[in-house]
């Protein structure tokens, strides 16, 4: 049996899939990585940072995964296990441009499993969603992986028919071996500031939106509504390091590499939530300074609180979070302030 595994990593060069990627090579020579990835959100420059990193190549293909070109990579290379970051997933542009949410986000994901059936390659990891958890009641709280799933918007509408596509495909074929993983909110960045969370543009998240306001990108963060019923007013969400989420990438692969299980799901989150205006004083702190920001109206169907019920993923893959709040904003702030232009000084 080889004992270095070939993963490929769809989506590879983004935000989360860069983290991923230098977790999964700092492992000892356990884990060759082959990056798909089209660019469409993220920048070349990127692999030359993960090389810096870690010492070592990645083998990437320039390849939109909806393309017959797939096919390519996995006659070139033997696959042992894929994990699918490629999508978009921009929430408020989905509800403006549905079709290419489902265009991009199914179709490609569709490709990949038809690909990996012809290959035999069994071993998925998909990058799901809390989103995927709808609209969440306060009584509800903190959401394992047994709460009913639903959507309020076309991105995570194709988070929850790719999870049931992945749940027909594990009926049908009982070689297939998936575990969905549901993000929370990840933030932060590789302690190193040589990778982060590049945002094109007016960023949909609040993390990036605070450190182009540090950077003097914008003027001040929009924070939507502080009367809701939380410690101060403002919504509370469960931020997750994105280095301890790429770790949890990692348990769930050495779970499939050693097990048959079919498909299982697990939440990857923090299991507590912060405030909005707890996530500023936060960042403020590793910044030295206060970041601006302005109340204006609630979003509609923006929830109060929402945060996780990790147990599951803390019970079987022995994973949980290591990094606190603090830590996230300093990452976050070191990344932006080595890299105010993102990948391009
Ligand atoms: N960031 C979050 O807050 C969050 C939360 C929950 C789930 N997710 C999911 O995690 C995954 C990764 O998110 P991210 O934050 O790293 O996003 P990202 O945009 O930084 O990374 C996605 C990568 O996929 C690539 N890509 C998109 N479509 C492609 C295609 N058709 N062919 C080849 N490459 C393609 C992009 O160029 C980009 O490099 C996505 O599936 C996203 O929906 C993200």
């Known amino acids: 049996m080889r004992d270095t595994k070939s993963i490929l990593l769809a989506g590879g060069a983004g935000y989360i899939g860069s983290h991923i990627c230098v977790e999964l090579l700092n492992r000892d020579n356990k884990y060759k990585v082959i990056v798909v990835d089209n660019f469409s959100n993220s920048n070349p420059k990127v692999l030359d940072r993960i090389k810096d990193i870690t010492g070592k190549d990645v083998k990437f293909y320039e390849i939109d995964t909806r393309s017959n070109e797939l096919e390519k990579v996995f006659k070139e290379n033997k696959i042992d296990a894929v994990i699918d970051l490629a999508a978009y997933k921009a929430v408020g542009d989905s509800v403006k441009n549905p079709l290419k949410y489902y265009n991009n986000n199914l179709i490609s994901q569709m490709n990949m499993l038809l690909l990996m059936k012809k290959y035999s390659v069994n071993n ?165 300074k206060q970041i601006e920001y302005k109340i204006v109206d609630r979003r509609p169907g923006d929830a109060a609180i929402i945060y996780a019920d990790p147990s599951k993923a803390k019970d079987i893959l022995n994973w949980q979070v290591e990094y606190s709040l603090d830590d996230m904003c300093r990452d976050s702030w070191n990344w932006q302030s080595k890299n105010p232009n993102g990948y391009n000084i």
Request: overall charge negative.
């Open 124 to 288: 998925f990891v998909f990058s799901s969603s809390a989103t995927v958890y709808g609209e969440v009641k306060a009584d509800e709280l903190p959401i394992n992986e047994n709460h009913p799933t639903s959507t309020t918007n076309p991105y995570g509408s194709t988070k929850l028919m790719g999870e049931q596509i992945l749940q027909d495909c594990s009926i049908s074929d009982p070689d297939f071996n998936c575990i969905v993983l549901r993000y929370f909110n990840p933030i932060g960045a590789h302690e190193s500031g040589k990778i982060g969370e590049e945002a094109i543009g007016i960023p949909a998240n609040v993390m990036p939106y605070i450190t182009k306001v540090a950077i003097g990108e914008l003027p001040y963060l929009n924070i939507f509504g502080n009367d809701y019923d939380t410690i101060d007013g403002t919504g509370v969400r469960d931020y997750i390091h994105v280095v301890d989420l790429a770790k949890g990438h990692v348990k769930a692969l050495e779970r499939l590499l050693n097990n048959r299980i079919g498909i299982e799901y697990f939440n990857l989150g923090a299991g507590k939530g912060f405030s909005v205006l707890e996530l500023i004083h936060a960042f403020s702190r590793a910044y030295g």
